[in-house]
C-alpha cells in the first residue's frame, strides 16, 4: 500500500461516484467501508467495481490482482457501520444539500476526532455543509470526476475554517491515488462545475436555436478546441437531471448567465436524462 493514501477509508454512497472513489482507494491499498441501504444496493456497487476492475486488468492498469483489490472493499447498510479508525470518510450520495449535511453529521459521531471527512459535491456550498458539523476544521470537499478510475483530476475545495493540515493531507492522498489536484477556495461551483456548466448550458441555448444539431456543436469543440468530448455529450454523461440542479443552484447563487435554458427542463422532464436513461442529447445503447 503507498503511505500516501488512507490505511482506512470509508464511503458513503456507492452510486457511479461512490463506487469510483472506492474502487481507487482499494486499487492504491486502502481498506475501503462502504455504506450503501440494503444488501441488494451493495451488490450492485461489488458488481460495478469488480467489472471495472476486471477492463482494467484487461489493460495491465492495476497493480493487483482484481480479485484481491475487491477484497479490500466492506459494505455496511448506515453510516454506524464506518470504522471509528478511519482516516478518511468521502460522502458521496446525491447534490442534496440537507441529505448531505445530515449523514456527514451522523458520521462525525461514529468516526474519531482525527478522522478527515469530504464532500464530493460538484457544486454545493463547502461552507454551508460544514455548519452541521462540531468540527469544521477536520472537513473539506475532495470533488472527483466521473469515470473516477480514470479521471486524472481531484477539485480539492478549502473552507476557511479547514486547517491547513487537512488540506496537506488531502494533496497527499490525491497524488497517492496518481490523480493531480486543483486547489480553490469554497465559492458557487468552484473552478469546474462553473466553467462546465457555462459552456453547457450555452450549447443547449445554442441546440434549442437550432444553430446547430448536437453532434456539430460538440465537434467544434473537440476539433477546433481539443476537448477530450464536447459539452452535450458530457451533460449526456454526467446526467442532464445532474445538470439542471447544478444549473439552478448556480442560477440561484451567480445569476442569470446560468439559467437553465428551457430545452434543459424539459429533457428532465420527459425522463431523458443522458446514457442512465439510453436518451440524452444522443441515444444510448450501452
Same mark, same amino acid.
Given at each position: 500500500?503507498?503511505?500516501?493514501?488512507?490505511?482506512?477509508?470509508?464511503?458513503?454512497?456507492?452510486?457511479?461516484?461512490?463506487?469510483?472513489? !472506492?474502487?481507487?482507494?482499494?486499487?492504491?491499498? $486502502?481498506?475501503?467501508?462502504?455504506?450503501?441501504?440494503?444488501?441488494?444496493? *451493495?451488490?450492485?456497487?461489488?458488481?460495478?467495481? *469488480?467489472?471495472?476492475?476486471?477492463?482494467?486488468?484487461?489493460? *495491465?492498469?492495476?497493480?493487483?490482482?482484481?480479485?484481491?483489490?475487491?477484497?479490500?472493499?466492506?459494505?455496511?447498510?448506515?453510516?454506524?457501520?464506518?470504522?471509528?479508525? *478511519?482516516?478518511?470518510?468521502?460522502? $458521496?450520495? +446525491?447534490? &442534496?444539500?440537507?441529505?448531505?449535511?445530515?449523514?456527514?453529521?451522523? @458520521?462525525?459521531?461514529?468516526?474519531?476526532?482525527?478522522?478527515?471527512?469530504?464532500?464530493?459535491?460538484?457544486?454545493?456550498?463547502?461552507?454551508?455543509?460544514?455548519?452541521?458539523?462540531?468540527?469544521?476544521?477536520?472537513?473539506?470537499?475532495? #470533488?472527483?470526476? &466521473?469515470?473516477?478510475? @480514470?479521471?486524472?483530476?481531484?477539485?480539492?475545495?478549502?473552507?476557511? $475554517?479547514?486547517?491547513?493540515?487537512?488540506?496537506?493531507?488531502?494533496?497527499?492522498?490525491?497524488?497517492?491515488?496518481?490523480?493531480?489536484?486543483?486547489?480553490?477556495?469554497?465559492?458557487?461551483?468552484?473552478?469546474?462545475?462553473?466553467?462546465?456548466? $457555462?459552456?453547457?448550458?450555452?450549447?443547449?441555448?445554442?441546440?434549442?436555436?437550432?444553430?446547430? !444539431? +448536437?453532434?456539430?456543436? =460538440?465537434?467544434?469543440?473537440?476539433?477546433?478546441?481539443? #476537448?477530450?468530448?464536447?459539452?452535450?455529450?458530457?451533460? =449526456?454523461?454526467?446526467?442532464?437531471?445532474?445538470?439542471?440542479?447544478?444549473?439552478?443552484?448556480? #442560477?440561484?447563487?451567480?445569476?442569470?448567465?446560468?439559467?437553465?435554458?428551457?430545452?434543459?427542463?424539459?429533457?428532465?422532464?420527459?425522463?431523458?436524462?443522458?446514457?442512465?436513461?439510453?436518451?440524452?442529447?444522443?441515444?444510448? &445503447?450501452?
Amino acid at each position: 500500500m503507498s503511505a500516501a493514501v488512507p490505511r482506512r477509508a470509508g464511503v458513503i454512497g456507492g452510486g457511479r461516484m461512490g463506487a469510483g472513489i !472506492a474502487q481507487s482507494f482499494a486499487t492504491a491499498g $486502502a481498506a475501503v467501508t462502504v455504506v450503501e441501504q440494503d444488501e441488494a444496493a *451493495a451488490a450492485k456497487v461489488r458488481e460495478r467495481v *469488480a467489472g471495472s476492475l476486471e477492463r482494467a486488468a484487461r489493460r *495491465a492498469l492495476l497493480p493487483a490482482a482484481p480479485e484481491e483489490i475487491l477484497g479490500r472493499l466492506a459494505f455496511v447498510g448506515d453510516v454506524s457501520g464506518l470504522p471509528a479508525d *478511519a482516516d478518511l470518510v468521502v460522502e $458521496a450520495v +446525491p447534490e &442534496n444539500a440537507g441529505l448531505k449535511a445530515k449523514l456527514l453529521a451522523a @458520521a462525525e459521531r461514529v468516526v474519531g476526532a482525527d478522522t478527515v471527512l469530504a464532500t464530493n459535491t460538484s457544486s454545493l456550498s463547502v461552507t454551508e455543509l460544514s455548519a452541521s458539523l462540531a468540527r469544521p476544521g477536520r472537513f473539506l470537499g475532495m #470533488h472527483f470526476f &466521473n469515470p473516477v478510475p @480514470a479521471s486524472a483530476l481531484v477539485e480539492l475545495v478549502v473552507p476557511e $475554517a479547514t486547517e491547513r493540515a487537512v488540506v496537506d493531507l488531502a494533496l497527499a492522498w490525491t497524488a497517492g491515488l496518481g490523480k493531480k489536484d486543483v486547489v480553490v477556495r469554497d465559492s458557487p461551483g468552484f473552478a469546474s462545475s462553473r466553467l462546465g456548466v $457555462a459552456l453547457g448550458l450555452e450549447a443547449i441555448r445554442m441546440v434549442e436555436e437550432g444553430v446547430a !444539431a +448536437p453532434e456539430a456543436i =460538440d465537434d467544434a469543440m473537440t476539433l477546433g478546441y481539443k #476537448h477530450p468530448m464536447g459539452p452535450l455529450r458530457l451533460t =449526456d454523461l454526467v446526467g442532464l437531471d445532474v445538470r439542471l440542479a447544478i444549473a439552478e443552484y448556480l #442560477h440561484r447563487t451567480l445569476g442569470e448567465r446560468f439559467a437553465p435554458p428551457a430545452l434543459l427542463r424539459e429533457k428532465v422532464a420527459r425522463g431523458e436524462l443522458g446514457r442512465s436513461t439510453g436518451q440524452g442529447f444522443y441515444t444510448w &445503447n450501452d
